[in-house]
């Protein structure tokens, strides 16, 4: 009789599922700024045990807002979404600086005048415009 594969058995497939995160710091070359992101990450969750701001999200405490506690960040890349953040490209351009939110400008540089154009769908058919 044969037997039943387990995907969640070691090495088999699941051994290298991240779902749930990683099982251990990453080490050897060219992991440095990772871990330092995950150790960074570790100790900044570290920080909030608990949400003590939880009681100033409800009732007459919620309807005059007040800053919720903070901490500063062991390393810059624990609040970036990705650890190529910081490379610039042709197509995304420089980097923000640390801290600062580009959304939060004025967008008058990414404004277009689309008037004179043909409508199209996303997948650049044209259609009728009425």
Same mark, same amino acid.
């Given at each position: 009789? +044969?037997?039943?594969? $387990?995907?969640? =058995?070691?090495? /088999?497939? %699941? %051994?290298? !599922? ?5 099982? /251990? ?7 440095? =700024?990772? *871990? +330092?992101?995950? /150790? ?5 969750? =570290?920080?909030? &045990?608990? $949400? ?8 007459? %405490? %919620?309807?005059? @807002?007040? #800053?919720? #506690? ?10 970036? !979404? ?6 610039? !490209?042709?197509?995304?351009? #420089?980097?923000? @600086? &640390?801290?600062? $939110?580009?959304?939060? /400008? &004025?967008?008058?540089? *990414? ?12 997948? =650049?058919?044209?259609?009728?415009? $009425?």
């Amino acid at each position: 009789m +044969r037997k039943k594969r $387990n995907p969640s =058995a070691p090495g /088999q497939g %699941a %051994a290298k !599922s991240t779902v749930s995160g990683p099982s /251990q710091m990453p080490t050897g070359p060219g992991n440095g =700024a990772a *871990v +330092r992101k995950m /150790q960074g990450t570790q100790a900044l969750a =570290a920080a909030f &045990p608990f $949400n003590a701001s939880k009681a100033g999200e409800i009732g007459k %405490a %919620a309807r005059t @807002p007040k #800053a919720g #506690a903070t901490v500063d960040l062991p390393e810059p890349a624990v609040a970036a !979404s990705t650890l190529t953040e910081t490379n610039a !490209s042709d197509k995304t351009g #420089a980097p923000p @600086p &640390p801290g600062s $939110n580009p959304g939060n /400008q &004025p967008l008058e540089h *990414v404004r277009v005048d689309s008037g004179g154009q043909v409508l199209t769908t996303n997948f =650049a058919q044209p259609i009728a415009d $009425n």
